[in-house]
């Protein structure tokens, strides 16, 4: 079955054996795909892997902590893990993506 769904409306996705769990606002969906599969389908810009069974929307951090981050959705709050090797890539995409913001306004 083919799922259409908005990138922007994705919190964060996570590993689960030979699947994966995009989780949105709204709702989970399981999908059959490898994290690189999937990460290599996504925007770059926008998406960063946060530890080797994370991946996140950059857009949708509401604080980031020492060793975790704190995704930002309306009912409740997710907290993801930050892997060592990952969190220069996470701070650096997250200051990158916080200077576009200012630019643009």
Same mark, same amino acid.
């Not at 083919?2 to 919190?11: Q, T």
């Not at 969906?29 to 389908?41: A, F, G, P, Q, Y």
């Not at 930002?72 to 997710?78: F, G, L, P, S, T």
């Given at each position: 079955?083919?799922? #259409? $769904?908005?990138?922007? %409306?994705?919190?964060?996705?996570?590993?689960?054996? %030979?699947?994966?769990?995009?989780?949105? +606002?709204?709702?989970?969906?399981?999908? $059959? +795909?490898?994290?690189?599969?999937?990460?290599?389908?996504?925007? +770059? %810009?926008?998406?960063?892997?946060?530890?080797?069974?994370?991946?996140?929307?950059?857009?949708?951090?509401?604080?980031?902590?020492?060793? !975790?981050?704190?995704?930002?959705?309306?009912?409740?709050?997710?907290?993801?893990?930050?892997?060592? +090797?990952?969190? !220069? #890539?996470?701070? $650096? !995409?997250?200051?990158?993506?916080?200077?576009?913001? !200012?630019?643009?306004?």
């Amino acid at each position: 079955t083919k799922v #259409e $769904l908005n990138v922007f %409306d994705i919190l964060f996705i996570k590993a689960l054996g %030979d699947y994966i769990i995009i989780q949105t +606002s709204l709702k989970k969906i399981i999908v $059959l +795909s490898t994290m690189t599969e999937i990460m290599n389908r996504l925007p +770059s %810009d926008i998406f960063v892997r946060s530890h080797k069974s994370y991946i996140i929307n950059i857009q949708r951090i509401k604080k980031i902590e020492a060793t !975790k981050l704190v995704m930002n959705e309306m009912a409740n709050n997710h907290t993801i893990p930050v892997g060592r +090797s990952h969190k !220069k #890539e996470v701070k $650096l !995409k997250f200051r990158q993506h916080f200077q576009t913001l !200012k630019n643009f306004c």
